[in-house]
T-cell receptor, first 114, second 114 residues
Framework: AQSVTQLDSQVPVFEEAPVELRCNYS??????LFWYVQYPNQGLQLLLK??????LVKGINGFEAEFNKSQTSFHLRKPSVHISDTAEYFC????????????FGQGTELSVKP | DGGITQSPKYLFRKEGQNVTLSCEQN?????MYWYRQDPGQGLRLIYY???????QKGDIAEGYSVSREKKESFPLTVTSAQKNPTAFYLC?????????????FGPGTRLTVL
């Protein structure tokens, strides 16, 4: 069965520093991969997704992620964070030809400090 | 503006009561979903619907019920059989249910059992 593990529950970082939020998944078939962001008391918003092709995916707000099939990872990165990036970030996967069911990781709380 | 609306934003329920959470979308999406969010657990799928008058159980359907009589509406009823209903509930929709489609989320309803 597929599963998603976000390796860090909380990531504190100073403004303008780089950040990486880690995500590993397990699945026996090909997958689609997503990163969503949630600001306090709001719904989720798509940051980026990997469907096929280039393994480096660029998203909104300067975020990017790299799909690594051999390591079954999809880590999210940003070279320089802002205070406004403070939010919770969720990695999610869905399996090819299995309908639209998304499996979410537990979330990583990114806290950007001045 | 196109989007997903959920109401109410906050809901309080006494033990033994059924409550219904509203979800409406004007995106003309075929697929709709209900998720439950608990701290540190990510999002878990309760029910989903790929088309009007059809819906499927997700991972944690016990104690919940849904209907899909109209394309734009997918209400969730939390019944008295749900033993621990206090949580944040998120509704989402997507154009189809292929797994590659982006899911668009509403702002959520926070349910508290008194």
């Amino acid at each position: 069965a597929q599963s998603v593990t976000q390796l860090d529950s909380q990531v504190p970082v100073f403004e303008e520093a780089p950040v990486e939020l880690r995500c590993n998944y397990s699945s026996s078939v090909s997958v689609y991969l997503f990163w969503y962001v949630q600001y306090p008391n709001q719904g989720l918003q798509l940051l980026l997704k990997y469907l096929s092709g280039s393994t480096l995916v660029k998203g909104i707000n300067g975020f990017e992620a790299e799909f690594n099939k051999s390591q079954t990872s999809f880590h999210l990165r940003k070279p320089s964070v802002h205070i406004s990036d403070t939010a919770e970030y969720f990695c999610a996967v869905s399996e090819h030809n299995q309908g639209g069911k998304l499996i979410f990781g537990q979330g990583t709380e990114l806290s950007v400090k001045p | 503006d196109g989007g997903i609306t959920q109401s109410p934003k906050y809901l309080f329920r006494k033990e033994g009561q059924n409550v219904t959470l509203s979800c409406e979308q004007n995106l003309n999406h075929d697929a709709m979903y209900w998720y439950r969010q608990d701290p540190g657990q990510g999002l878990r799928l309760i029910y989903y619907s790929q088309i009007v008058n059809d819906f499927q159980k997700g991972d944690i359907a016990e104690g919940y019920s849904v209907s899909r009589e109209k394309k734009e509406s997918f209400p969730l009823t939390v019944t008295s059989a749900q033993k621990n209903p206090t949580a944040f509930y998120l509704c989402a929709s997507s154009t189809q249910n292929t797994g590659a489609d982006t899911q668009y989320f509403g702002p959520g309803t926070r349910l508290t059992v008194l």
